[in-house]
């Protein structure tokens, strides 16, 4: 595990391993699969399957790509309003494959000064990890090579990049589900965000049991046979112990295709994630 960074022109290795990166292209992975249903092209044939196999249980591909898009489109908007409230430090945790769209870019676009680390184990994310150290001038960006099952590791490598005396956004986004070989979930949030200083915030997204239950649930259980996560869903009662002693901000606990959207600006299609930003007090 390593960390990289980026400040303004100046960078440092922190550690790098010479080794070549294995990428194992016999298994989908969750990056590379959320990567093919953004239309990206860092993705092998075992992905473009398992994404296909999941997407013919919930009316084909044009609608799953339309959940990961409504995923994402949380993401952004969830970034643009805590740089307007103020923040300037973010901990992107299952950062995937990086492109315009991520937090990292929105972050540096909407405050040209935040700070960012970007934190992945899949070796085709590190692979692109020079893209996610890139940095404005004003600003720095980081990736750790890490795994939200280590949260102490995460937090002592982000420590070289972010003040932890300074509010920090915690972003878990279509991350937590994926660890559903773990047997306290929310053991490791909790990890995280108690290590957080108080006006810090956490958004995050979730698969949903109780939106399109039984379309969703066959879904998942596709995806499991194909991938190497494990994936599980939760009803809207599950996602929100996740913010217990958190102050959640408008709209409070919703559809990824709800959060923050305009009235005027109509969802795609029903979206199965749980979605919510709260702010620790």
């Known amino acids: 595990m390593g960390l990289w960074f980026d400040r303004g022109c100046m960078s440092e290795t922190a550690r790098r391993n010479n080794d070549p990166t294995e990428i194992d292209t016999s298994v989908a992975h969750a990056s590379r699969v959320y990567d093919y249903f953004l239309g990206g092209t860092t993705n092998f044939a075992v992905d473009r399957a398992a994404a296909e196999h999941l997407a013919d249980a919930i009316g084909g591909l044009d609608v799953a790509r339309a959940h990961v898009r409504a995923n994402r489109s949380f993401l952004v908007r969830a970034v643009r309003r805590l740089a307007d409230e103020g ?17 990292h870019a929105v972050a540096q676009e909407a405050a040209p000064e935040s700070r960012i680390v970007c934190v992945d184990n899949d070796p085709i994310v590190l692979a692109h990890a020079h893209r996610l150290i890139k940095s404005t001038p004003e600003g720095a960006a980081a990736f750790i090579d890490a795994d939200l099952r280590n949260p102490d590791h995460i937090l002592a490598q982000a420590a070289a990049t972010l003040d ?41 997204s979730h698969l949903a049991s109780d939106v399109t239950p039984a379309e969703t649930k066959e879904a998942i259980r596709r995806l499991n046979e194909m991938a190497k996560e494990t994936y599980v869903l939760c009803s809207a009662d599950e996602f929100a112990r996740f913010f217990d002693g958190l102050e959640l901000i408008e709209p409070g606990i919703t559809r990824v295709d709800e959060w923050g959207r305009q009235e005027t600006d109509p969802p795609e299609v029903v979206t199965p994630f749980h979605a919510a930003v709260a702010r620790k007090p």
Not at 87 to 103: A, E, M, S, Y
């Open 87 to 103: 923040i300037r430090q973010f901990l992107d945790v299952g950062t995937g494959v990086p492109n315009d769209t991520n937090t």
């Open 164 to 204: 932890f005396s300074q509010p920090i956004a915690l972003m878990l986004v279509s991350i937590v589900h994926a660890l559903g070989d773990h047997d306290d979930r929310y053991g490791l949030v909790s990890a995280l965000v108690d290590a957080l200083p108080y006006g810090s915030y956490l958004a995050m």
